[in-house]
Each structure stands twice: as structure tokens, then as C-alpha cells.
């Protein structure tokens, strides 16, 4: 696995006007510039010193202020009147996992931007000399404070003003709120009638937010843009081999986000009618020292009327991709949660794992507050629920079984006429009531509760670091007990997963118990190896999840089949026999290959 190495954060004096960058001695200098260079290629670049009116608001420094909330820290910047940097206090970083909060969150807590890496929630615009404006370097004011704090239900309004000349200012004001990671905010031109040409300007979030997870190349995979645009949801996902993406949405904008795998940062319009599009930029960069990247850049592009007071209200959201905080501000945010497909099918898994799975989940974890014991439960549920499908499942196989040894005498005694033991078996099927497609349908109509799991269990964000008994420390990365120390050729394993190796095991055993066709046998070593291989990379919640879904079908299927005896192969009365649909095709098929002989003869 390529991850970057343990890079600790910034520290900020809390009773200073200004930041003083400190070199942690765990850091690497050249993982920053790294990033930084990975970060310029797609970065809107400014012409330096040639802003034509606005060159004399340029500023290289700038003032930070900190707003300190129930839930955040953020660090905002008079340069641009933007943010500095976001600490979200309720979640750790990768190698703070499992250290109670000590009040020391710069040390210890997620930190979803650094304004050495980002440039976010600017305003650009071509000024009517021509010239390219973002605000980003230019110098706003703001109240003397430097430090506020908020708690319980209060909320703080700052402002920061950018004065061109006397009637001439633009204002961005910010509102927070203490348990809340909504922020309101409204961006004002006053007195700019005539200084914007194209009668538009661009609000942009320029690279995304910061990977930060210690398994980078998986949280870079799942990192992308998202925007709700004509009443869905669209994906803007940065291509594997590097090559740059970029996309225009004109009309509605509903919300436009960048996210990470469990974080994201979303711009709302109050009124999604008010803006007149979105576009999107994503590139995706193999590193040396922090695996695979990928940065984008948002805009929403908002008219400009030409009158003398302009203003739009914009929300922010900088926080978890939790579905409760997302469904609270607004329905079709919970969008922004992935769920899985079936076959593409995203209206079968969604509504199993939105309005079945997900509150399921959450309901056990009011009682258990361990989330290993949690999924082990919740997989004894589903176990009990799917109980009918995988019982049918079940009797359907043993049937098969008891079957086999009269097929085995219908290709024996017709071994030279194929058409004559298919139809023959076909016979045999229908005599004894036996569908042979009825093991796999109950297992394909539970494929979507399975894969609306998958997805759940991949990204629910109350699974982050985590821990359960054992070895099992963080529920949502793989539960290594071994470096190899290099990787296997063809398959990449590099780490060995203890829970894989668990659910291998028992796929074995539950193969063994259910394949009794000697020409199958290959089957009952090939799917463990192939699946423990593959669940070698999963999260350990996922394979906990698969490795007791396991260990409940074999006692079903022992119980099945030692302790009941309502599984008989006796012939179903004629009256009560109906047609499959194999021995329809094949009545068909012999019905025409009677009439092709017809038509020969004449």
C-alpha cells in the first residue's frame, strides 16, 4: 500500500494576530513542496502585478483571525477575506487514532485545508481594463479581534470588507454557528456597476480538500466532485492515467461539493436559480511519497447585473459526509452518499440501504456501543431476514443432490444422444417438482440487500477508526497481522488480513457443505483463495461483516439439513405439475427442429 508518511499539523499561537509556520521534526520538507507541486498544474494562476485598478488592494501577508466552534476550529485570512485553515475537533487525523482530545486539537484533529495547498472560496471576475481579478490576493479588512469562541446555541457574524474607492467595496460576511458545520455566508458588490465585464463572476474553491486517511490511494480513489444538477447527481471523477477532466454545468445548480472519502466541502446556493452554472476541473497525479492524488477546482458561476448593490447568499458545509448532518440541512444533500449500484441499478440498492439498512444501524448502535458487536448483530438480523430466501436456497441444492444419481443414469443409458438426456432431465425435473435455477435465484435476489451493505459498511463514516476486540483496531481500514514486505505477483497483496483469512476459512467450509458434484469440487477451493485474496484490501468492518454472515450460514445449512427432514424427492402429482422454463425452451426447440424436417421432406 503507497500511504504517506506521518506528517503532523501546524501549531497557531491562540493569542497572536499572526501565524508562525513551524517544522515539526517528523515532517518531511519535501512532502509539502510535493503537494504544492502537484497542486499548481491545474491552480487558476493570477497575472502577477498587472491587476490594472485593483493592483493597489495586493497584499503578500495577510491577518489571521480564529473562530472556534463546538465542532471546528477555523483559521480565516484578511488575504482574501477566506479560509486559512479548518480543524474538524470532533475527528481525529490518521495517527492521532484512538488519543482522547486533550484540548491540543492542532495536533490531533483532521485538517481538511491548509492555505498552502488550497486556494478556496475566492471570487474572480474580468474586470472591465481587461484584466483577470481573483480576490485571493487581495487585501480585505475585518474586525480587531483575533480569536472568538461560540458554544451551545450561540453564533458569530464576521465580515470582511475589501474598499476600492469611496462607494467601492465588496464585502464577504460569514455567519457561524456553534453546533453546527453550516456556514452562512453572503458576498456584496457595492458600487461596482461598470468594473465587471461579461456581466458574470465566478465563486471558486480551487484544490479540493486535503486526503486524510494514512491509506491515501484508496481515499483518492473514492475523492471526486460532486453536483446536483437537473434533479440528480453527477460524478466528476479525475481519470486513473492522469489525463485532466473538466466539465460545464449551465443552468439550476443545486450544490456543488469536492470530497474526500469520508470529508467534504459543499457550496449551496440559497436560491440554486440565481447562479447560472457550475464547472469542474479534476487531474489526478501518481506521487512519490503520498501515493495517488487527486485535485480539483470548482466554480459556480453567478450572474452580475450591473446594479449598484449586488448580493448572493451562499451556505457552506466543511464537515463529515455523515448522512443525518447532510439530511438536516437539506433532502437532497444525503445524495452525496454512496450507497452502491446493482448492475448500474441505483433505485433498487438505495432505497434498502437509505431507508432499511442505514437506520437499522444506527438504532443498534444506541444500544451497543461497540460497532464490531454492532455488525455482528446486524449480520445475524439480516441472516434472520433473508431466512426464507436462503432456505428455499437450500432445499432447491439438496434436492439437486438427491437428483443426481437417476441424471447420472439418464446420461448413461442415452450417452449418445444429447438432445435426448436434456430433454430426458427436463422430464425428471418437472416429474419431481425440481426447478435446477432455484438454488441461484433466492442468492440473486439478495444480491442488492448485499451490495447496498457493501456500500455501507465502505463508507459509513461511523465506522472511522473505530476499533473492536483484538488485533482489530479501526473498523474501517484492513486488519493487517502481516507485511509481507512485497506484493504477489498478479493479485498485489501486500498485507495480510486477519479477518480475510477468517472469511476464506469458513467459505470453505460452507462450499464444502454445499457442493457435493464431483466435477464442482474445483469450486470448493478456488472461491475461498479467490475471495480471501480479493477481501484482502477491505475494511476489517466489511470482512467482520462477511466473515459472521459465514459462520451463520453454516449452522443454517447444518440445521437444514441435519435436523429437518421436510426435503423429500417424491414425485408431485400430475395435475399439480407445471412447465419450467428450460423445458419450455426445449419443447420449442424440438417443436421447430420437427418442423425444419417437415419443411426438408417437402
Excluded at 492542532?106 to 492555505?115: A, D, E, G, M, R
Aim: some cysteine; charged content about 20%; overall charge neutral.
Amino acid at each position: 500500500m503507497n500511504t504517506p508518511d506521518k506528517t503532523e499539523q501546524t501549531t497557531t499561537e491562540k493569542d497572536t494576530t499572526t501565524v508562525v509556520e513551524k517544522q515539526p521534526e517528523e515532517q518531511k520538507p519535501n512532502l509539502v513542496e510535493e503537494e504544492k507541486k502537484i497542486t499548481s498544474p491545474i491552480s487558476d494562476q493570477v497575472e502577477e502585478n498587472n491587476l490594472g485598478m485593483f493592483s493597489s488592494q495586493e497584499t503578500d501577508t495577510g491577518r489571521i483571525v480564529t473562530i472556534e466552534t463546538d465542532l471546528a476550529i477555523y483559521e480565516m485570512s484578511t488575504k482574501g477575506g477566506n479560509f486559512h485553515k479548518v480543524f474538524l475537533k470532533k475527528f481525529n487525523n490518521w495517527y492521532s487514532a484512538g488519543i482522547k482530545p486533550d484540548g491540543n486539537y492542532y495536533k490531533t484533529s483532521v485538517q481538511l485545508l491548509n492555505y498552502s495547498l488550497s486556494n478556496v472560496y475566492n471570487i474572480s471576475f474580468i474586470s472591465t481594463e481587461g484584466k483577470a481579478v481573483n480576490t485571493s490576493d487581495l487585501k480585505f479588512t475585518t474586525s480587531p479581534e483575533s480569536k472568538h469562541t461560540i458554544t451551545g446555541e450561540d453564533s458569530l457574524v464576521i465580515t470582511f470588507s475589501m474598499e476600492l474607492g469611496p462607494g467601492r467595496e465588496i464585502l464577504k460576511k460569514y455567519v457561524f454557528s456553534a453546533g453546527s458545520y453550516l456556514i452562512k455566508t453572503d458576498i456584496e458588490f457595492r458600487g461596482f456597476n461598470g468594473l465587471i465585464a461579461d456581466n458574470t463572476y465566478d465563486v471558486s474553491w480551487n484544490s479540493g480538500i486535503r486526503l486524510v486517511e494514512k491509506n491515501s490511494t484508496n481515499e483518492a480513489t473514492i475523492a471526486s466532485a460532486d453536483v446536483y444538477y437537473g434533479d440528480e447527481k453527477v460524478i466528476v471523477d479525475a481519470p486513473s492515467d492522469g489525463e485532466k477532466i473538466s466539465k460545464d454545468f449551465n443552468g439550476r445548480i443545486d450544490w456543488l461539493a469536492v470530497r474526500n472519502k469520508y470529508f467534504a466541502a459543499i457550496m449551496i446556493p440559497t436560491d440554486p436559480t440565481a447562479v447560472e452554472g457550475a464547472y469542474i476541473e479534476g487531474q489526478a497525479f501518481p506521487t512519490k511519497s503520498l501515493g495517488h492524488k487527486e485535485i480539483y477546482n470548482v466554480r459556480l458561476v453567478v450572474p452580475f447585473k450591473g446594479s449598484n448593490l449586488e448580493k448572493k447568499s451562499i451556505n457552506l458545509y466543511i464537515g463529515p459526509v455523515d448522512y443525518d448532518q447532510l439530511k438536516a440541512i437539506s433532502h437532497n444533500l444525503t445524495a452525496l452518499v454512496e450507497f452502491g449500484s446493482f448492475f448500474g441499478l441505483k433505485f433498487i440498492v438505495r432505497p434498502i440501504a437509505e431507508y432499511l439498512l442505514l437506520p437499522l444501524f444506527k438504532f443498534l448502535n444506541k444500544f451497543i456501543p461497540n460497532y464490531g458487536f454492532v455488525i455482528i448483530v446486524f449480520s445475524l438480523i439480516i441472516k434472520i431476514v433473508v431466512y426464507p430466501l436462503t432456505r428455499k436456497s437450500f432445499q432447491s441444492m439438496k434436492k439437486m443432490q438427491m437428483l443426481q444419481p437417476k441424471i447420472t443414469e439418464l446420461k448413461e443409458k442415452y450417452k449418445d444422444d444429447q438432445q435426448k438426456i436434456q430433454k430426458e432431465t427436463m422430464k425428471l425435473y418437472q416429474t419431481y417438482g425440481v426447478n435446477p435455477a432455484g438454488g441461484c435465484l433466492p442468492i440473486f435476489l439478495q444480491m442488492p440487500i448485499f451490495i447496498a451493505l457493501w456500500g455501507l459498511l465502505q463508507a459509513a463514516i461511523e465506522l472511522r477508526q473505530q476499533p473492536f476486540i483484538f488485533w482489530i483496531n479501526d473498523l474501517s481500514v484492513p486488519d493487517v497481522i502481516y507485511d509481507l514486505g512485497f506484493k504477489l505477483p498478479l493479485v498485489g497483496v501486500q498485507e495480510i488480513s486477519g479477518l480475510a483469512l477468517l472469511m476464506g476459512i469458513t467459505t470453505y467450509f460452507q462450499q464444502k457443505m454445499s457442493i457435493k458434484d464431483p466435477k464442482q469440487q474445483a469450486l470448493v477451493y478456488m472461491m475461498p483463495i479467490m475471495l480471501t485474496l480479493l477481501f484482502m484490501s477491505f475494511p476489517s468492518g466489511l470482512n467482520l461483516y462477511y466473515f459472521m454472515f459465514n459462520v451463520f450460514s453454516i449452522a443454517q445449512q447444518y440445521y437444514i439439513n441435519h435436523k429437518q427432514s421436510d426435503v423429500e424427492l417424491v414425485p408431485v402429482d400430475p395435475s399439480k405439475r407445471k412447465k419450467g422454463f428450460m423445458s419450455k425452451l426445449m419443447d420449442a426447440a424440438e417443436q421447430q427442429s420437427k418442423q425444419q424436417q417437415k419443411n426438408r421432406k417437402k
